[in-house]
């Protein structure tokens, strides 16, 4: 069995340390165990140690006035604790174990002795130092998820099977994965480091149960997976930790997915809020055991769709040119009509289908044409909620193929409100309401108005979803509003008898464009990793009829990027076509 000294050499911290100096490190270090979601130290507390990780994985919350944040992650090899102890105050942040981690703590007089009789042990914390101020945010890269269980709520569904099958996607992405179900829990726990560190991948398939291996799987897991059947009820409470008082039970990542077989007994919402859900799936066909692989690999992609009029009409195009090249959307968000663009591709329809109901809804005639004389908008808005109920009828958000979410801006309190569940008209609803053009949508105290006013193109939401390629496609930059419209404009009488009743008036284009006018997204804490942005001449937020210089525009917009990309995109579209 190796020693401590051997471990420790292997790690990152310690492998260009000198002999003498790792021994010097055990001798007067501490050696012992934390267990899976149990606290290293909290905020405020004095510092005394500096601690190191020899396994497992760390996570670091700060406390702020009205919310916990998650600084990052500390994984094996890394020092945590050490800008307090050196600066003498106390700890900023409160550090909890994600699962099962071994650390060596070291007490303040030891470090002093280290940092003058060793040099090359000075030097490496230093650097450490360095690195983690210099790029803060890098440990959230580093540091992802690695160990996936999946964990089964019902005896009929076959875990382990579905555990193999998704290790076998994942190989089509040029990934390592490792699979244990029950059966083979003897020599996970034994070697559990050495087949995390010989692969990309781990996959721990359980049931749950009173048993070692289903404790273990909840102690050793990153991220949790569970299997639920539409015809079975949710347990309350659910059994996801070893110990449901563990303080970082609230930080534990679980998502859900959903097997749609037998009768309906529970609705997905149910099982989503008895879990917790992060983050909602369906296993329906090859296609979803796909999208499991490239999400658990990291190669998963989301797609984000600005609002814009008439002109986010050029998303659709955008869509053909992406399933042209065998690219596959895993995940989907949009404000105002991005929104609707994006719903209608997570409704699993065609090109031809979205085509035929966006023409529909938005082309044949004008879905702002009910004008009244305004109170509160422009429009009775009685259009486009027809419109919405006609194509999207009474589909939820949690109940589609790809996840999906929009967002709509909260006008009470200043904020983005983002939908994920419910009925997806009504979210669309609210995504689209145009302040002065539609009325807002009031919602618990909230009112709810376009989600461009507040976040036109919500990249930073897109990627904190996934942790694959964000691609974003922006239609509301430039080019959507002409000056010379408001300049000496006529009466309102004047411009119905050249215009008709029909034809919306220039302050439609001027609210539209209003509510889309922001910063440059590259000010985005999280910008896209590619950005489009379509050359759309002549098509302004209010041309409904101009639906093919759009489409047009969006496609060959869409056709250049990925071509300027493909050495970043062919893999995954190489790997999807073979599954």
Excluded at 8 to 26: G, H, K, M, Q, W
Excluded at 33 to 55: C, D, K, N
Excluded at 358 to 380: E, I, Y
Excluded at 566 to 579: D, E, F, P, R, V
Aim: hydrophobic share 45%; net charge negative; glycine share 6%.
């Amino acid at each position: 069995m190796a020693t401590l000294t051997d471990r420790l050499r292997e790690l990152p911290f310690f492998s260009s340390l000198d002999s003498d100096t790792v021994s010097a490190i055990v001798e007067c270090g501490q050696w012992y165990s934390l267990a899976g979601g149990w606290e290293l130290f909290t905020q405020g507390s004095p510092s005394h140690m500096l601690y190191f990780v020899i396994s497992g994985r760390l996570i670091v919350v700060r406390e702020g006035p009205t919310s916990e944040e998650v600084v990052g992650y500390i994984r094996p090899g890394e020092p945590v604790g050490e800008m307090s102890l050196l600066a003498g105050e106390n700890h900023s942040a409160s550090v909890y174990a994600l699962r099962d981690t071994e650390i060596l703590a070291l007490p303040y007089a030891s470090i002093a002795h280290l940092l003058d009789a060793e040099p090359d042990f000075a030097k490496t914390l230093a650097l450490a130092i360095l690195r983690r101020a210099r790029h803060p945010s890098a440990s959230f890269h580093q540091s992802s998820p690695r160990v996936f269980a999946l964990i089964s709520t019902s005896p009929s569904i076959d875990i382990d099977a579905k555990a193999k099958t998704i290790c076998r996607e994942i190989a089509r992405y040029g990934m390592r994965a490792k699979c244990f179900v029950e059966a083979s829990h003897d020599g996970p726990v034994e070697s559990f480091d050495a087949h995390e560190v010989a692969n990309d991948i781990i996959v721990l398939a359980a049931r749950i149960s009173d048993t070692p291996w289903y404790r273990f799987v909840l102690r050793h897991a990153d991220r949790f997976f569970v299997l639920a059947r539409r015809d079975a009820r949710a347990p309350r409470p659910f059994p996801l930790s070893p110990d449901e008082n563990s303080p970082a039970r609230r930080f534990r990542l679980v998502d859900l997915m959903m097997i749609h077989e037998g009768l309906v007994s529970s609705t997905v919402r149910e099982w989503a809020d008895t879990v917790g859900a992060n983050r909602i799936f369906h296993w329906r066909s090859e296609a979803s055991v796909g999208r499991i692989a490239r999400i658990i690999c990291g190669k998963s992609i989301g797609l984000v769709l600005s609002g814009g009029g008439a002109r986010a009409y050029a998303h659709i195009g955008a869509v053909r040119a992406f399933r042209e090249a065998g690219l596959p959307i895993d995940f989907l968000c949009g404000a105002s009509m991005g929104a609707i663009v994006g719903a209608c591709v997570a409704m699993g329809w065609n090109d031809d289908e979205i085509e035929m109901r966006v023409r529909d809804a938005f082309v044949s005639s004008n879905p702002l044409g009910d004008h009244v004389l305004p109170v509160v908008a422009l429009t009775r808005g009685a259009r486009v909620e027809t419109r919405l109920k006609k194509h999207f009828d009474d589909a939820l958000i949690e109940e589609l193929d790809t996840p999906f979410f929009c967002v709509s801006s909260d006008l009470v309190e200043g904020v983005s409100r983002i939908h994920k569940l419910g009925l997806l008209r009504d979210a669309l609803r609210a995504s689209i309401s145009l302040p002065g053009i539609l009325p807002p949508v009031v919602e618990d105290g909230a009112l709810l108005v376009d989600g461009a006013v507040i976040d036109n193109f919500p990249t930073d939401l897109m990627t904190s979803v996934h942790r694959g390629m964000t691609i974003g496609i922006d239609v509301a930059q430039r080019g959507t509003i002409t000056a010379e419209d408001f300049k000496d404009p006529p009466g309102f009488f004047t411009w119905v008898r050249q215009h008709g009743l029909s034809s919306p008036p220039p302050i439609v284009t001027l609210l539209m464009r209003a509510a889309t006018a922001r910063p440059e997204p590259a000010a985005a804490a999280h910008p896209a990793d590619i950005m489009i942005t379509p050359e759309i001449p002549g098509v302004e937020l209010r041309d409904w009829k101009k639906y093919d210089d759009a489409v047009a525009a969006g496609y060959e917009a869409a056709k250049q990027a990925i071509a300027a990309n493909w050495s970043n995109l062919s893999s995954i579209a190489a790997a999807t076509k073979s599954s």
